[in-house]
């Protein structure tokens, strides 16, 4: 059964730093294309942050210079690093990743209050 397990959501103060990570089980994906997306209360879920096959890296351009996305093979887990958080930030992330299907996590949630 393959699972896409999220992790590190919270509660942040604006101008700080959260770190996520998804753990992939089942199949590996590290050389596969895998994001973060989030959603906000009322709103669409949104690209935030790719990684495709050659290791090339996208970002939003709301996150542009903020958000650092990575992963790491041997452990089969990929990682978003989140810093000068933003209230506009506040979030569900989900790790997605597209091998032959898509796959989808069930989510952290990260808000950003002070």
């Known amino acids: 059964q393959v699972q896409l397990v999220e992790s590190g959501g919270g509660l942040v103060q604006p101008g700080g730093s959260l770190s996520l990570s998804c753990v992939a089980s089942?199949?590996?994906?590290?050389?596969?294309?895998m994001a973060w997306y989030r959603q906000a209360p009322g709103k669409q879920r949104e690209l935030v942050a790719s990684?495709?096959?050659?290791?090339?890296?996208t970002y939003a351009d709301s996150v542009k210079g903020r958000f650092t996305i990575s992963r790491d093979t041997a452990s089969n887990t990929m990682y978003l690093q989140m810093d000068s958080v933003k209230l506009e930030d506040t979030a569900k992330y989900y790790c997605?990743?597209?091998?032959?299907?898509?796959?989808w996590g069930q989510g952290t949630q990260v808000t950003v209050s002070s």
């Open positions: 990684i495709d096959s050659d290791s090339k890296v």
């Open positions: 997605y990743a597209l091998k032959d299907v898509p796959y």
């Open positions: 089942g199949r590996h994906f590290m050389h596969d294309y």
